[in-house]
Nanobody, 115 residues
């Protein structure tokens, strides 16, 4: 059973940066596409970045140019570099597969951006 453990969140002022990490126990290749999701109260969990096994990335317009997803297949790690953070980026961030079978969600990591 693959387990996902997110870390790296925190409290940051608007304009600041955080680097989030996702440790995948088991093989990262269990996900053909893996992504970072954001959950905010009252909203559905939204996908904010994804990356394929081959390294092709995709972002919604809301974070394009500010967020960068990367993966280290040798370490079974996925990262999300978040720059120029805005208050609306506040939420709990999770990693998981995109499409197909998803694994049990981890505990997530809280990102809070103050204005």
């Amino acid at each position: 059973q693959v387990q996902l453990v997110e870390s790296g969140g925190g409290l940051v002022q608007a304009g600041g940066s955080l680097r989030l990490s996702c440790a995948v126990s088991g093989s990262i290749f269990s996900c053909i596409v893996i992504g970072w999701y954001r959950q905010t109260p009252g909203k559905q969990r939204e996908l904010v970045a994804s990356i394929t096994i081959g390294g092709i990335t995709n972002y919604p317009d809301s974070v394009k140019g500010r967020f960068t997803i990367s993966r280290d297949n040798t370490k079974n790690m996925v990262y999300l570099q978040t720059n120029s953070l805005k208050p609306e980026d506040t939420g709990v961030y999770y990693c998981n597969c995109v499409g197909g079978i998803q694994f049990p969600w981890g505990q997530g990591t809280q990102v809070t951006v103050s204005s």
